[in-house]
């Protein structure tokens, strides 16, 4: 029995867990970090375009702060995240930018002077302040009144996974790659650790810590079409779902990014939009002003897949092999521009298409198809980071739904999040971890291995009737075809039933290779497969359930916002045995919020079933806003009277500005 041992335990190597676990090490307590591949290899380093910081440092963010950056947030998610965790993430995105640029991480910076660049397909001089020379510059991003994406050209997360993991080996984190978290252990009551399985020799090892997190990303492999990794398939949320305690929140929160490049579905940072970037047809029309004439391009992303989606659908889509796609030409940015800024972008398309972005006219514009890119749903978690329902167990970043996204995320707000929540959820864990210390009984960590150990022997001893590879093919299909883009109540419900009748096939299952003690990708498949469906069904059934609109989740027959009946958070949990999740609801109380629900700004106004609440809310923040600036005082005591929130001194702390100091 091999039993490892130390006062934090991490799982997942990418920024989240990276930064969390450093937080944890600060304290001075032993991390270790179990990762299922190198680190530096972590689906991390495809962020491209940048993270969201309110700096104010170029001309186009001036004037940004925390209250802008927060209300995106919140107008982005569609109301439907937790404005206080939107309130801790907005006040901490500068204190990240800032700390990591101090770790290394190579920021673009502001250079003084006259620049072009192009705004609406149109190219513009701005003209840069000589106080702001050499500090962060920021890029434009879907969603945002100001430029706030911070970002280095189009390798940002390249950049800042490589910075952070440094600086984790720094403070001696205890990485340890190829290495698969397949069990939660726990008491009924309290997470103790994780049953782990040795990727390079089947080895089954148990890691026993004072706290666990789950930093594990998401779970776009789940669908046919993704930008996500190939290791980006839910199995941290869904070891969490399998413990019967916790829940997943939102799970039908599924974001659809409008330019991943066809056939590969790699991602073409929103970057290339929020530079200047166009949408084009099978015409060279630029069709997004017609659907959308005030943001245009640079709508939510939930917005613009859902006009591509319907633009194609009237027959304005390009025909080729691999279906029908659109085209982005950021051609019109000037080679000078996408060589030094798109360089990652230029490449991608070079090597997967053939095609040279910067080259003028049709031939250098790029096939682009929305495809599945973010989950916003994830392990239900307190504003601190830990489980509601097994104490103990934190989660952070894309496997977490902590829940700042609500329905729908912002560019540049999750590669945020992975560094902001790994600060602020990173030290609660590093608190819990120092004060929790009691002694764990191994006979319920030796019953833990000795039944993980079975269920795998049981695996290759089965000699069952199904493949594992064609029920996971079918289950990707039926995600992509039935619960994507649009969505409707009888496609949600054959995809519930065939993805049920997959998960009782994946019970049994046929393993060729019978090997324990040795790498067995079939093996890996056998035990992945089943969690992957759980994630499946989560997803459909809670989207089935939801019968409105809201943020990415578009149902067609429920085409209006409803808040008067939906404005809850979906929560769903596994009972062992059972076939389907089960689910409840957890309401949003719209007379704590500091931004009621209102109309977001896109499509056409009144298409929301309001809730009487909103506008009674909205009646209290403005009466108390008029008084509170009447009499005089500050936006930070203005904030603290609509919502207070919770958040440790050293993040909550005023940050510096040029031009406006700590205002």
């Known amino acids: 029995m091999n039993i490892q041992y130390s006062d934090a335990l991490v799982i997942g190597g990418g920024l989240a867990g990276l930064r969390a676990a450093i937080e944890v090490a600060k304290s001075g307590q032993s991390v270790t970090l179990l990762s299922i591949c190198p680190v530096k290899r972590s689906h991390s380093a495809a962020v491209q375009g940048g993270m969201q910081a309110s700096l104010a440092n170029g001309a186009k963010g001036e004037g940004d702060n925390e209250d802008l950056h927060f209300a995106d947030t919140v107008k982005g998610s569609d109301w439907g995240c937790d404005q206080e965790v939107a309130r801790m993430f907005a006040q901490t995105a500068p204190k990240a930018v800032r700390e990591l640029a101090a770790w290394g991480v190579p920021w673009t910076r502001v250079t003084k002077g006259p620049r072009t660049v192009v705004i609406n397909a149109q190219k513009t001089v701005i003209e840069e302040k000589e106080e702001a020379h050499g500090l962060i510059n920021a890029r434009d991003f879907g969603g945002t009144k100001k430029w706030r994406t911070c970002y280095i050209a189009d390798a940002t997360g390249h950049c800042m996974l490589y910075g ?75 070891i969490a779902l399998e413990t019967g305690l916790c829940r997943l929140s939102n799970m039908e929160a599924v974001q659809f990014h409008p330019t991943p490049i066809v056939p590969s579905g790699i991602l073409l ?30 709508a939510s992303r939930d917005v613009v897949s859902r006009r591509m989606m319907e633009h194609i659908r009237k027959g304005k889509g390009v025909k080729s092999p691999y279906g029908d796609h659109l085209w982005l030409d950021i051609s019109i940015l000037g080679r000078a521009h996408v060589e030094k800024n798109l360089r990652d972008v230029q490449d991608i398309c070079k090597t997967f298409n053939g095609i040279d972005p910067a080259d003028e006219g049709p031939k250098g514009w790029a096939p682009v198809l929305p495809m599945q890119h973010y989950s916003m749903g994830g392990i239900r978690t307190k504003p601190t980071g830990e489980s509601q329902w097994l104490d103990g167990l934190f989660a952070c970043g894309e496997a977490a739904c902590w829940d700042m996204h609500g329905f729908n995320r912002l560019g540049g707000n999750s590669c945020a999040e992975t560094v902001v929540a790994g600060m602020i959820v990173g030290d609660y864990f590093a608190q819990y971890c120092k004060n929790n ?37 079918r289950m990707k299909e039926i995600m992509w075809d039935k619960v994507a883009i649009f969505r409707t109540g009888e496609g949600l419900k054959e995809a519930v039933d065939e993805l049920e009748k997959l998960y009782k096939d994946s019970l049994d299952v046929k393993v ?40 990415a989740h578009y149902r067609e027959d429920y085409p209006k916002r409803d808040d008067l009946n939906w404005m809850k958070r979906t929560n769903t949990y596994w009972v062992e045995g059972e076939t389907l999740p089960r689910v409840e609801y957890e309401d949003l109380d719209i007379m704590k919020m500091e931004m009621p629900p209102a109309f977001r700004g896109y499509g056409a106004k009144g298409n929301i079933i309001e809730n009487p609440l909103s506008e009674k809310r909205q009646a209290e923040v403005d009466a108390i806003r008029e008084k509170m600036e009447a009499e005089g005082k500050s936006r930070y005591e203005i904030q603290d009277a609509l919502m207070p929130y919770e958040l440790q001194a050293k993040f909550k702390k005023p940050n510096q500005r040029i031009g406006v100091d700590y205002e």
């Open 512 to 551: 060729h290779c019978k090997e324990l003690d040795c790498a067995n990708p079939e093996l890996e498949e056998a035990y992945r497969v089943p969690r992957m469906l759980k994630i499946a069904l989560c997803v459909a059934y809670g989207a089935l359930l939801r019968t409105e609109s809201r943020g």
């Open 269 to 298: 940072t929103e970057g290339c939009r929020g530079d200047g970037g166009i949408l084009r047809d099978v015409d060279g029309y630029r069709f997004m002003p017609d659907y959308e004439p005030e943001k245009k391009e640079l």
């Open 437 to 473: 210390g009691e002694v764990v009984d191994t006979n319920v960590v030796k019953e833990f291995l000795s039944k993980e150990y079975q269920y795998l022997k049981s695996l290759v001893d089965k000699e069952g009737k199904h493949d594992v590879f064609e029920i996971k093919n």
């Open 164 to 238: 952070v993991a440094n600086e984790a080996i720094k403070h001696q984190v205890k990485i340890i790659d190829r290495m698969e978290a397949v069990r939660i252990i726990h008491d009924g009551k309290k997470c103790l650790g994780v049953i782990a399985r040795d990727l390079t020799n089947g080895q089954l090892i148990a890691y026993i810590a004072r706290g666990t997190m789950i930093a594990t990303g998401g779970y776009g492999r789940i669908y046919k079409q993704t930008t996500n990794a190939v290791i980006c398939e839910g199995t941290g949320a869904a």
